[in-house]
């Protein structure tokens, strides 16, 4: 039971480049969500899926987009990369949303 | 939309020493929970309260749901060295999305 498998763990960008964050679950949880953390800043919401087929936006969503075909992935993909978003990015997921949220390690990007 | 605030930024304590972070939404919350992120690591879920006014304990750690499910604490008592990380609070709104309060790091003197 790996839990929530985010890929790759570190990557380096030039401004302009796109990519997509991988993340995927095998506990079968409904509900999935993207979040940046920068110093001092918490974690911020990006995108968020409250089950297959169904994405919705979060805090900060300009600049990235999400799909959820299936209720194990959740990619995150960066269309054309900006200094503004290096950053570590987390993926969670959870039973259904108001129950706890399990984490994956983390993705750190740096955009040059 | 929601907003979730935190107090203080930053804490040092002495190890033995209370430690106290405090949480603020601006609307009222279904449930708001709690997570450790360890430096380097990943936010871990620490507990959950749901009912107005609920108090819950984990060993030296306590946790309040206000009374208007706006506000909550956590509190520990007598710091350890292994408690040292950035404590989190979360709520979530009625779209569903969970938003996250600017954490409390917290350092531990030995």
């Known amino acids: 039971n790996a839990g929530v498998t985010q890929t790759p763990k570190f990557q380096v960008l030039k401004t302009g480049q796109s990519m997509t964050l991988q993340c995927a679950q095998d506990m079968n949880h409904e509900y999935m969500s993207w979040y940046r953390q920068d110093p001092g800043m918490g974690l911020r919401l990006i995108h968020y899926s409250v089950g297959a087929g169904i994405t919705d936006q979060g805090e900060v969503p300009n600049g990235y987009n999400v799909s959820r075909s299936t209720t194990e992935d959740f990619p995150l993909r960066l269309l054309s990369a900006a200094p503004s978003q290096t950053s570590v990015y987390f993926c969670?997921?959870?039973?259904?949303?108001?129950?706890?949220?399990?984490f994956g390690q983390g993705t750190r990007l740096t955009v040059v | 939309g929601q907003q979730v605030m935190q107090i203080p930024q930053y804490q040092h304590v002495q190890e033995g020493e209370d430690f106290t972070t405090y949480c603020n939404s601006s609307?009222?919350?279904?449930?708001i929970q709690w997570y450790k992120q360890r430096p380097g690591g990943h936010p871990v879920f620490l507990i959950q309260?749901?009912?107005?006014?609920e108090v819950k304990k984990q060993k030296r750690l306590t946790f309040q749901f206000g009374e208007a499910k706006k506000n909550s604490s956590l509190h520990i008592t007598a710091t350890q060295t292994t408690d040292v990380g950035t404590y989190f609070c979360a709520g979530m709104d009625s779209s569903y999305k969970l938003i996250f309060g600017s954490g409390t790091r917290l350092l531990v003197r030995p």
């Open positions: 969670a997921s959870s039973n259904r949303a108001n129950t706890e949220a399990f």
């Open positions: 309260l749901v009912k107005s006014g």
């Open positions: 609307t009222t919350l279904s449930n």
